[in-house]
């Protein structure tokens, strides 16, 4: 099945730890972005590539590094985990053609950082 | 700054109509976007518009006018799966989204 795969679904960690989620699509899109998303907030865009090998600051992107070594994988890392990134991450792809702007989520990832 | 408001949460009756408003201030617009999320599931596509007026799919109708910087999404017929939250965004002038905080729709039979 088409779409995008996001792994781990949930994750406890503990402060100072180093943690990357994966992120995965197989429809060859040239787009894709992680966002994070709190209660009473919209989402906020982490990082984003506009194709491989190129990526992008976004909104909220300390603490933060992506890597976008193909068209298919999109992985995002904290490096020293700190209770303020205790959030929804969701991965997102689009087709980038046009500015119609449709994105394509994961199903999300919930880290509790303690 | 740029700035999306919408309600934070609404209550409708089954089989009914409800409007869900978004009003929008942006460095610039290339399109607004409205997106259903199911609570703890993925945020899913619903409508763009770019032009003013009405776009009509189903039972669900998404309408825009620029020079107001306002949008509002209009279920009709509701049913109970439509309970979810619905989110409003806006594509600014850099092409990047910003997104409101969402409306939560509760459905009561």
């Known amino acids: 099945i088409a779409g995008i795969t996001q792994a781990p679904t949930s994750q406890i960690l503990a402060a100072g730890r180093r943690m990357t989620l994966r992120c995965t699509q197989d429809?060859?899109?040239?787009?894709m972005y992680w966002y994070r998303q709190d209660l009473g907030l919209g989402l906020r865009l982490i990082h984003y590539?506009?194709?491989?090998?190129?990526?992008g600051k976004g909104e909220v992107p300390d603490g933060y590094s992506v890597s976008r070594a193909n068209t298919d994988d999109f992985p995002l890392t904290l490096a020293s985990a700190v209770p303020s990134q205790t959030s929804v991450y969701f991965c997102a792809s689009s087709d980038g053609q046009g500015n119609t702007g449709e994105l394509f989520f994961g199903e999300g990832s919930r880290l509790t950082v303690l | 700054g740029q700035n999306i408001d919408q309600p934070t949460e609404m209550t409708a009756t089954e089989g009914a109509i409800v409007q869900i408003n978004c009003t929008y201030q942006t460095s610039g617009f290339n399109g607004l976007f409205w997106y259903q999320q199911h609570a703890g599931e993925a945020p899913t596509f619903l409508s763009y518009?770019?032009l003013d007026g009405l776009e009509e799919k189903g039972r669900f109708s998404s309408f825009l006018s620029r020079s107001k910087g306002y949008s509002y999404l209009l279920l009709k017929e509701l049913q109970m799966k439509d309970s979810a939250s619905y989110l409003c965004?806006?594509?600014?002038?850099?092409?990047?989204?910003?997104w409101g905080a969402g409306t939560k729709l509760i459905i009561k039979p």
């Open positions: 429809m060859r899109h040239n787009a």
């Open positions: 590539s506009n194709t491989a090998g190129t990526t």
């Open positions: 965004a806006v594509m600014d002038s850099n092409y990047q989204l910003i």
């Open positions: 518009n770019v």
